[in-house]
């Protein structure tokens, strides 16, 4: 088996600027590598895990993949295609090597302060654009001041 921790380390954790296509190069070289799948079944569309990572969308490595939590990854299905009608299930081993990688990266980049992995947290509240939004009392005396008629402008005859 290939030394994983060694080839993730090697991976660029959190490169400044990524193109596209060098994270979809990313996502092919962890495949072929690290889980043992070559990118040609990709193409060729008859791997499972293969095809349940493009029905979900992932394209890229950075981008995509290790976003993944490991429940994620180990409740991949591949859903039927006009290729392939049946398509066999996903070996436990090819979830397990992906699994397998993503949890190193992640956590050399959490070793390294990265900031371009968001661990999702169920318990904390979530803050767009880290601005509180106001409460429903405030959002109320908002709207009711922004449709108050002009007193100058109506006047009873």
């Given amino acids: 088996m290939a030394n994983i921790a060694g080839l993730v380390t090697g991976l660029a954790i959190c490169p400044e600027v990524v193109t596209p296509v060098a994270d979809t190069q990313m996502l092919e070289c962890v495949m ?61 081993i090819q979830k397990h090597k992906t699994v397998i990688v993503v949890a190193p990266y992640q956590h050399y980049a959490q070793l390294r302060g990265a900031s371009c992995i968001s661990v ?20 109320k005396v908002s709207f009711l001041k922004s449709i108050k008629p002009n007193s100058k402008e109506y006047k009873v005859l």
């Fill in 32 to 92: 072929a590598n690290l889980v043992g799948i070559p990118s040609a079944e990709r193409r060729a569309g008859n791997n499972s895990l293969w095809m349940a990572f493009d029905q979900m969308g992932v394209q890229g490595f950075l981008g995509d993949l290790i976003t993944l939590t490991e429940d994620n990854i180990m409740n991949l299905q591949a859903r039927p295609t006009r290729v392939v009608a049946n398509p066999l299930p996903i070996p436990i």
């Fill in 120 to 139: 999702y947290r169920h318990d904390e509240k979530i803050i767009p654009w880290q601005v509180e939004l106001p409460s429903q009392a405030n959002a």
